[in-house]
């Protein structure tokens, strides 16, 4: 059984930085994609930034930029490094990973950006 957990989320004023971390368990999950998505009340879940294990990455045009995603140090974990935060950069958060045939997520951690 695969299980993400996330951490990182909290309350910060605009312009100020957040970094989420994911690991994902599992002694042979293997994913080919690891990524976060956003969802504020009322909206679909959408794409923030993804990387797959060949290397390449994919940001919302909005987080270009500001957001970086990558490799944590430990095996199958995908850091977000958010600066230059903004209002609409808030919502839950919602680590991603992907193998084939399977879709796993997180449960979610809430970012706030607000004065």
């Known amino acids: 059984q695969v299980q993400l957990v996330e951490s990182g989320g909290g309350l910060v004023q605009p312009g100020e930085s957040l970094r989420l971390s994911c690991a994902a368990s599992?002694?042979?999950?293997?994913?080919?994609?690891m990524g976060w998505y956003r969802q504020v009340p009322g909206r679909q879940r959408d794409l923030v930034a993804t990387?797959?294990?060949?290397?390449?990455?994919e940001y919302a045009d909005s987080v270009k930029g500001r957001f970086t995603i990558s490799r944590g140090n430990a095996k199958n974990t995908v850091v977000l490094q958010m600066n230059r935060l903004r209002y609409e950069d808030t919502g839950v958060y919602y680590c991603?990973?992907?193998?084939?045939?399977?879709?796993?997520w997180g449960q979610g951690t809430q970012v706030t950006v607000s004065s």
């Open positions: 990387f797959t294990s060949g290397g390449l990455t």
């Open positions: 599992g002694n042979f999950f293997q994913p080919y994609l």
């Open positions: 991603n990973a992907r193998n084939v045939g399977n879709n796993f």
